[in-house]
């Protein structure tokens, strides 16, 4: 698999000294951790800092997400890997205006134990208040009954965008993380992969699929789905995942929802318009009120082929969450 790459041990340390030249008036680096940026905006005192993070190959999630309206930091990992604990906590002592650190981050087991162990030098060294919520937004990953055990993926997306807005409107930390786990609680989202990606480092592809074949409910690592088939159409395709999320989340006639179909780093996005258009109509179909739409490479895998739909079921208070202005390098919302 192709890739223009110079030293792959060096990928991550040379697309982040890209990205901060290229974006000088949202983003810097700390200089105690190249692994660590920060919005170069100044904000508020009192107002919750809001921290994500993850891996690297989900461009431009995460580090796409840093700016007005959403991420004040975000803390950087290895490819489809945490970052340590370090560079999370030199962002949270960066963004801290004395309100404390909302962590926001995927449902993995690194992560976990990284912000955690970050949260708990936060506080004992800090003496900074972390509280964090996790997405867990990806249906095929566990069963209903064992929601906590479920993956975050492209809903991350919405948790960040009502936790951010949270923060704008001057909430306090422990309404911030209501407001995240509130979002996160309404959301679902469902995927399928076309096509594998590979890492730099090994140019393999991450797993195997025929030429004429897909997988439901593949994670945006690589994971395991819950089928493999031959390919459908997107309308078949739109038709399964809209299925699997209303079983999951069940969504009454007149209700309104935010939808996001996210690609995974090589659908065109005429292949995404022709999935979202098919979501669309069998939402209209139940008397579902599509209130706002995302269509577009959101939180990524790489070159990985297919798509992920997310469905969230709003409220009045994550109507106003999500219609909040944005202002990030790669997501502006007026």
Known sequence: MKKLLNNPTNVVEEMLEGYVKAHPDYIKQLPENQRSLVTVRETRD????????????????????????????VAVGNIFA?????????????????????????????????????????DLEEEIQVQAALATDDVASAPKEEQEKRRGIAGELFIFKAAGAAAEFGYDLENVIRVAEKANANTRSMGVGLSPCSLPQTGEPSFELGENEMEIGLGHHGEPGIEKGPLETADHVAERLVKDILEDMPINQGEQVAVLVNGLGSTPRMELYLIYRRVEQLLAERGIVVYRSYVGDYITSLEMGGCSVTVMKLDEELKQTIDHPVNCPMFVQK
């Open 46 to 73: 009192d107002k919750v800092g809001i921290l994500i993070g993850g891996g690297s190959g989900h461009e431009p999630g995460f580090m796409g997400y840093v700016g007005e309206g959403m991420a004040d930091g």
């Open 82 to 122: 945490s970052p340590s604990p370090d560079p999370i906590l030199e962002v949270t002592k960066a963004i801290d205006k004395g309100a404390g650190v909302a962590y926001l981050y995927g449902n993995y087991a690194g992560d976990v134990m990284n912000f955690g162990m970050a949260a708990e030098m936060a």
